[in-house]
């Protein structure tokens, strides 16, 4: 009776993830009209007597409150405009022309909020210049605060009335030969230390990272990437639960060799050690599709990932599942290291799984699943670590940066 309830717990989650991705597909989708794109290349293609607008997939928010764009041509009159509109806004009008949109123009310094005569707002932008758009993350009295920047230093804000429709990056253009770099993930008030890691407010998120520079939600790999102990490590602050039980990254850039993995691991994992590849850890290597528990050979398991695609990781957990102490999680300050290596494989320099094979046998069985682009890849049945299963993404080849959702099914 228990497989049963679990494989339709089992089908269910999969028909859920399903939906919430047919959802997100309908709904975040970039439009744009008069415009060409060529990966982050947004060029005018009208005739000069006619608005070209574009509007980005992905609303701003907390997770993602700022955008850049940068000026490589101004064209014929260089009338870029770039700010925030509703999903639907009429792409034959500017942003900032119409109601619940707002928008700084570069042709003239002006900002143009919800109306087609602009106000004097900051200097004029040419050929070279990034232009920022933000918003506030404080919220008074139904208003939201939107900044806008000029080559990193903030120009002034606008108050405008909080809608409960979302407001999206736009951009626009009315002239021949305009042509602009459009960064949608810029980051904006970042610290930077004297360390290998760059963080800001989404630190808290992570517990333990090595040789992974954190930017808002992105990871980057900033090892060396020359050899199998080169690993890069982060490790959430919270394990998976009943509430959280689901995360996803995307790849972002694939880097050399794509040696990205996603999964789950005890709290004192190795921090040079890949996901997956020692005791009490599992995980889907995106490079060859293989998914490893505990071992340095890895099983068949689902298709290889690429740039672009969202790896996912879960776990159904039984009915009566609780996990004490579970949020107890700030006592991090002993670094971890792997036990001594006791073989001479140089691939897999660690023998730990074998000699603490059996070890975790006994004790609460869960079933961990694995998605690809919403679709599931496989399960598999494993004993829970004291202490629950933390998310944990490796990356090993230079270059190699992911976008993480910790929490993508809340909300």
Not at 54 to 72: D, G, H, M, Q, W
Not at 333 to 358: H, W
């Amino acid at each position: 009776m228990d497989d049963i309830n679990l494989h339709y717990r089992f089908l269910n989650w999969r028909r859920r993830i399903r939906e919430i991705r047919e959802v997100r597909a309908v709904r975040y989708r970039e439009r744009l009209k008069r415009m060409l794109r060529d990966g982050d290349i947004l060029r005018y293609h009208g005739n000069s007597d006619e608005v070209g607008c574009f509007v980005a997939a992905r609303p701003l928010s907390k997770r993602n409150r700022y955008f850049e764009v940068t000026i490589i041509d101004t064209g014929v009159r260089g009338m870029i405009a770039v700010g925030l509109v509703p999903q639907l806004y009429k792409l034959d009008h500017q942003p900032g022309w119409l109601p619940h949109s707002v928008a700084f123009h570069a042709d003239d310094g002006k900002l143009y909020n919800g109306n087609t005569v602009g106000q004097q707002f900051g200097p004029k932008c040419c050929r070279g210049d990034r232009i920022g758009c933000g918003i506030s993350l404080d919220a008074d009295d139904g208003q939201l605060t939107v900044f806008f920047t000029k080559n990193g230093k903030e120009v002034g804000s606008v108050e405008i009335p909080a809608s409960p429709d979302a407001l999206y990056p736009a951009v626009g253009m009315h002239s021949l030969g305009e042509e602009v770099l459009l960064d949608l993930h810029a980051d904006w008030g970042m610290e930077e230390d004297d360390g290998q890691m760059i963080v800001d407010s989404h630190e808290e998120d992570w517990a333990r990272l090595h040789d992974v520079k954190v930017t808002g939600t992105l990871l980057e790999y900033t090892g060396k990437g020359k050899s199998i102990v080169d690993v890069g490590l982060a490790q959430a602050r919270r394990p998976l639960n009943t509430r959280f039980h689901y995360y996803e990254l995307e790849i972002t850039d694939a880097g050399e060799k794509c040696y990205i993995a996603l999964g789950l691991a005890r709290r004192d994992y190795p921090k040079n050690r890949h996901p997956g590849w020692s005791r009490g850890s599992i995980a889907y290597h995106a490079d060859d599709g293989k998914l490893f528990q505990g071992s340095g050979v890895g099983d068949a398991f689902g298709p290889r990932c690429f740039e672009g695609d969202i790896m996912g990781c879960g776990i159904m957990f039984p009915r009566d599942y609780s996990l004490d102490g579970g949020d107890d999680v700030d006592d991090w300050d002993l670094e971890v290291l792997p036990k001594p290596s006791e073989v001479q494989n140089d691939l897999y320099a660690s023998n730990e799984d074998e000699e603490d094979e059996g070890e975790d046998m006994e004790g609460t069985k869960v079933t961990v699943f694995f998605t690809r682009n919403g679709k599931v890849v496989g399960r598999r049945e494993v004993v829970l670590p004291a202490g629950g299963f933390y998310p944990t993404i490796g990356m090993m080849s230079t270059g190699e940066k992911v976008r993480v959702d910790l929490h993508p099914l809340s909300g």
